[in-house]
Structures are given as C-alpha cells and as structure tokens.
C-alpha cells in the first residue's frame, strides 16, 4: 500500500482494496500454512452473529445439530461416482498416524455427504424414522491452488445441513426451504439482495440430482455464488444402503439433501458494502454497533465525559440474563491518540454509529450520531438516545440493502443484446446478463472459454425478465430458458 493511512481505491484496484481492507481492518491475516487464513476477533465476531442468526433460523425449521468426524475413509469417497470426480483434485489425504502408515488413507473432511449417510444406514429401518434433519458447524479442507481470504481458502469454516426423507418432494421441498432461509438470512442480515435459482447439469454439486444457489453481486460487477441447497435424489442412498420399510411395507431408497454456507459470505459482506474508507458491516452483524469517542484536553474533562460514557454505556447496553445486550457498545477511552486517529480506525473496521462526546456536548446534554454507511452526523439528546439509536440502526439495515439492491439492477441487463456485444460487457464492466439459452452444454461451454462468464443460475420465476427471450445467446437458435451470466468469484 503506497500509504499506510489510505486503501487502494476500489476504482483502481478493486482487487487490492479487498485484500488490504481485509488485513487493514484486522479481520483476517495469511497463516503460516499456504491458503490457510487466521480469523482474526474483528472478522470471527462477524461469523459468530452470522452463526447465531441462522443457527436459530435452522432449528425454528425443525434441524438439529449434530457432529460428525473430521476424517473420512478414503473408500468411502469412491463409493459415488460423481461425487469423487468432483472432489479427487482437492483431496487432503492423512496415510500416517502414530507414526505407522495406515491400513486405509484418511481423507480431511472436504464435504460430509459419505461419513454423515453411512451413519444415516445404520439408524434407519422405517419410514417412522424419517425425516432426519440435521446440521453441523464445522471445518473442511479443499486443496485450492488460487486462495483469498475468506472468499477461497484451503481450510474454511461453514455448516453443512444433512437430512433424508421418504418421497423426492418432501426431499425437493427440503432444498427449496433451505434456500429461501438463506435468501432471507442474507437479505435480512448480511443486506445483500441475491438472485435464486438452479444451477445447470454442468454448474451443480457433483453428485446432486439438482443443485439451486443464491447468487449475489459484488461491488465489481462480479457474481458471489453465497450459498447452494441440493437435492441429492437416491444416489447417495443407494452408495450406502440408505434404505428403509415404507408405510405400504416395500423396501426404499431414502431421498437426501444437503445445503451448505460459509465463512465466504463475510467476504461476500465486505465486497458488497465497503468503500474507500474501510467497511461498512450491517448493523445486525455487527460485534459493536456504537463506539463513544470520548473528547477532552484536560484531565478534568476526561473525567467527566469518560463518566457520563460509562453511564450511557451502561444504560443502553444494560445486560439481561434472558437475552444479550440490548446495544452492543464500546468506549476508546485510549490515551495518547486523537480523536480523528479513532474515528479513522473505527470507520475503517465498519462499526455502524459512533457518538461523539465532549464537554460542550455535556453540558446541552447531547451527544454528536455519525452514521457510518453515510457520514451523516447529527446532534441527539442523551434523554432520548436509546431511541435514537435504536431507530438509526433499523435505518442503516434496510438503507443498506436498498442501495445494494439499486446497485445490482443499475448493473443488471435484461435487454437483449448480440453476442458480441456481451463479449465486449464481459470484458469491460461486467454485470448481470439475464439471456436466453437453448439448453445446450456446449453453447455453455464455449461461452466460458471465451468470455470466462459461466451461467450463475436459471433463475426462479420472480427474477425472470418480463419478455422472455427467444433466442440463444450463442447460436442464435430458439432458447430453451432464461439464464442469469455473469463472472464470478
């Protein structure tokens, strides 16, 4: 970085700016094993308001948590065969333990599906058994060859929900459920809008009978594919005598699904609200949503503001054993550093509201609001401050998904518009491309290797341009459907 006090625009360098809000603001730092990140407090306290959010959601749908081993028996990831070629190139394999080579190598866990439905067999035996709903907070290893931080890293954290039913629609209904929590937790958390739909033969999840995503714009241009659900059919079932005696007492095939996010989806928050300053986090996630800055020049002062922070500290984040804090607060009551030193690092780690308190402000009984999201600062009463505070938030959450989603359809293209001409978008700007397609892999495929633009989703109905198109993007020939193009992470 050319200065310390200043990050790369995101108009120079988007990039660049990614990497150094990231390491700048302390959420995250390079490990000493390559691709591997250390979660640093400021990045891992937004991971566990994103963890608590949607662990909550999960069991509100009727899921359990569960654990299931880190190591996984190589045997069992050949037992499906699209799921191993799939996997094979990202395989971390253990052959040595207490110093002997193993009798069968071990596989670091890349993905759960094998270990969690071997152990599914084993507790099945009637259609009173099902449905199963479970999912486990976890670790998963993939050896990637091109790492970022949190976007795509060879270890990272995530869940990774499990369930079998009796019948594919309860199976189908299942995968369908779970991306509209997603869609729910990512617009109403995270304030990133996303898109819904189904991913394409090519595109799925190896070994799924349909793979749906939740596909999301960066500040870029670019796609963030934030979340999958699959339905996984019978094959995994089948691998591992997944089987049960149904009602009519005829002997079946369980249906699975699994879905699964990640730790990206912090990426994903960075990238789709930061500015040139540093981050800009939802309030709802974020682990301090108010800093007091307290402002004095003589001990005297210091002591009289730092007691009326304390007290407003205390108020408002008053702790009740039935629940959190009500607001969570921090006070800078650093010495030695000046006021606009802490605002610049407070900006720079995205903390929603900060209050500025000084003597004067003391004695109109006020205190100074600064918004993050829009520098907006205006006096507010300390009588009424709860409130206030309480009302800016809300604000911040629904203003910030209302300028990501103006984003995202200033950026979108619906219009239809000649190959070359997506060609020449792709190259430049980027965006969203809704565009017909008539269903072909290989106009898919050549599309990729052209433009590096691959189908994000065949998006669900309520995303579907108005004027369905008609003709494929590629050949030119009667599509078949509506796909959503663009590049992506």
């Given amino acids: 970085m050319a200065d310390d006090k200043k990050l790369t625009t995101r108009a120079k360098d988007f990039s ?42 999960f069991k509100a749908t009727g899921h359990q948590n569960a654990y299931f081993p880190l190591f996984i028996p190589e045997s069992y990831l050949h037992k499906e065969k699209e ?48 449905p199963i709903l479970m999912n486990q907070w976890a670790n998963v290893v993939r050896w990637e060859m091109r790492t970022r931080l949190f976007l795509r890293t060879t270890e990272f954290l995530w869940q990774e929900g499990h369930t079998a039913h009796a019948t594919h629609d309860e199976a189908e209904a299942e995968a369908r459920q779970m991306l509209g929590v997603y869609r729910d937790f990512m617009e109403g958390y995270i304030a990133m809008p996303v898109i819904t739909g189904q991913k394409t033969d090519s595109e799925k999840f190896a070994g799924a009978l349909r793979t749906y995503s939740c596909e999301a714009m960066m500040q870029d241009n670019k796609a963030l594919q934030a979340g999958t659900s699959h339905n996984l059919g019978q ?50 996630l974020a682990p301090i949503e108010m800093v007091i800055v307290p402002i004095y020049k003589t001990d005297e002062e210091r002591s009289q503001v730092l007691e009326a922070a304390n007290n407003i500290a205390k ?3 008053a702790w009740d054993r039935r629940e959190y804090a009500r607001l969570r607060i921090h006070i800078d009551s650093r010495e030695g550093i000046k006021p606009g030193a802490k605002y610049y690092e407070w900006e720079l780690r995205g903390i929603p509201l900060r209050l500025e308190l000084g003597p004067r402000d003391l004695a109109s009984n006020q205190g100074v609001l600064v918004r993050r999201d829009t520098k907006e600062k205006r006096p507010v009463s300390l009588d009424t401050l709860g409130e206030d505070v309480a009302d800016v938030l809300s604000a911040m959450q629904r203003d910030m998904l209302a300028a990501a989603v103006d984003r995202r359809d200033a950026n979108s293209h619906r219009k239809p518009m000649s190959y070359d001409a997506f060609r020449q978008l792709m190259d430049g700007e980027g965006g969203f491309v809704y565009a017909g397609w008539c269903g072909m892999a290989s106009c898919e495929a050549e599309i990729k290797a052209d433009t590096k633009a691959t ?15 008609t003709t494929c993007l590629k050949c030119g020939m009667a599509s078949t459907v509506e796909a959503l193009w663009a590049k992506a992470y």
Wanted: hydrophobic share 40%; with cysteine.
């Fill in 235 to 284: 094959n995994f079932a089948r691998a591992f005598e997944l089987k049960f005696q149904s009602e009519q007492g005829t002997e079946e095939f369980a249906w699975n699904t699994s879905w699964g996010v990640s730790t990206r989806m912090v990426g994903g928050l960075v990238m789709t609200h930061g500015d040139d300053n540093g981050l800009r986090c939802p309030p709802l």
């Fill in 315 to 317: 108020s408002l984040g």
């Fill in 455 to 469: 189908i994000r989703c065949l998006p669900d109905e309520e995303f579907r341009s108005a004027e369905v198109p």
């Fill in 83 to 130: 799921h191993v070629e799939g996997f094979a190139h990202e395989f971390a394999v253990v052959t040595h333990g207490g110093g002997k080579k193993l009798e069968e190598p071990l596989v670091v866990r890349p993905t759960s599906e094998t270990i969690i439905y071997s152990m599914f067999a084993k507790w099945v035996q009637s259609y009173r058994d099902l």
């Fill in 16 to 57: 660049a700016w990614y990497n150094e809000l990231v390491l700048k603001a302390e959420m995250a730092d390079y490990s000493p094993v390559k691709g591997c990140m250390v979660i640093r407090p400021n990045g891992y306290g937004i991971w566990e308001r994103m963890q608590r959010a949607l662990d909550d959601m």
